[in-house]
Structures are given as C-alpha cells and as structure tokens.
C-alpha cells in the first residue's frame, strides 16, 4: 500500500495558528499532502497558506462554510491511500500522526479518542459535558464498541471509501454516521487515546455563540436518530 498520507485541514479565521499547523505536520509525516480547504476566512489565513509556498499543500478557498462539506472537497482532491483529518487549530495532535499510521497497518480506521484509557478532554466544562453526553448517547444507540463518536481526528485506508461514503451534510455530526456505518460493514475501528487541549480564545467555531452551540447539539441527535433509521 502507498504509505502516503493526505491530510485534510479546514481553516475559518486562524491566521495565528495555521503556520505552526501546518510545520507541525510536516515535521511528523515523511510523505503527505495536506489539503486545505477555507471556509472564506476574513483574517488572511488562506493569504498566509498561499504565501507558505508550500509544494505539500494544496489550498482551496471557497465562498460557503461547512465542516461536513470541507471535508468532501478535501477528500476529492485527495490523492493517497491513507486519508485523514487533523482539526486545523490542534497543530500539537500532530505528533500522534505516526502512530496512527503504524496502527493502519492491522486497522481500517485509526481514531484519536478521549474516552479510552489515557484519554482526557481539557476544555470547558460545558463543552466537556455536552461531549460526554453525546458520546454516551451515541453508545447507547448506537454501538458501544466505538467510544469517541464525535473526535474527528483520524486516520484511514481509502479503500473504506469502496463501502462508506460520508454525507457531507452538517457539522462534526457527519463523523458519528460515519464511523457507525463502516462499524456495520465490517470495517476494523480502533481508537487510540489523545488529550483534547484546553479552549483557545475565539479558535471554536463550534462554541462561537450559545445559539450555534445549542443547535449544533440539537443537530447531533438528529443525525444519531437517521443512523437507526437507515438501513445502510
């Protein structure tokens, strides 16, 4: 198998960290493209990225926002047999990208998990305990053989893609569906733990107002309940 990774960033307004992602990244993965796709930032983070100069990246800017639907085009102009997904604004998970490769190896899907052990979540206590109890729903439902439904941070073989498509619709919801149904079509999952660091200062977009906050959630359990009602 191509051991060559192509790594999918979306970016919304972080000029301040992008750089250092990005470095990060490069240092931890011998081969890898990373493509990026930016979500019509106003701060000049796709400006920074274009200024990088870079011949491992591929950077996309687009008119529309949508953390699902970044993902898609990420995924189309990929290019290797290992696809992931690193949260832009953690350059720091970086280091975890090695062995997340290495478990490949007897795996179809690596996931950074903060529910197993030496897994922890650092950030506020709200979003700390909407997580749990979205994950803990999500095992309850759902299956209780993943346990980190909702961290996005992963690794896989394209070849997953030959059985699982996901539904670039939504926010971070589009990756419950997404592990579940490659769950249910045999596909080896296996998580491995990371700590999630603490908040930074006006980097979420999922926490940016209560209103957004609260619909997200509410979007979550929807799409939990659409998973029990499809068959595939």
Known sequence: MNKKVSLILSTYNEATVIEDTINKILENLESVEIILV?????????????KMNNPNVKAYSRKTRGLASAFLLGLI??????VGWLDSNMGDLAKKLPEMKKQLDDNDIVILSRYVDGGKDL??????????????FCQKMLSNKIKDYTSGVFLMK?????????ISTGHGEFFIEFVYKALKNGKKIIEIPYVHPPDVEGM???ASSFFRFTKLGFNYFIRIFQCL???N
């Not at 102009?77 to 290992?82: D, M, V």
């Open 38 to 50: 930016d979500d019509n930032s106003t701060d000049g983070t796709f400006d920074k990225v274009i």
């Open 77 to 82: 102009n990929s290019s290797s047999n290992i």
């Open 204 to 206: 979420s977009k999922t």
């Open 158 to 166: 394209r070849d997953v893609l030959l059985s699982v498509v996901p």
């Open 123 to 136: 950030r506020s206590r709200h979003r700390i305990l909407s997580s749990y109890i979205i994950n803990l």
């Open 229 to 231: 009602l499809k068959r």
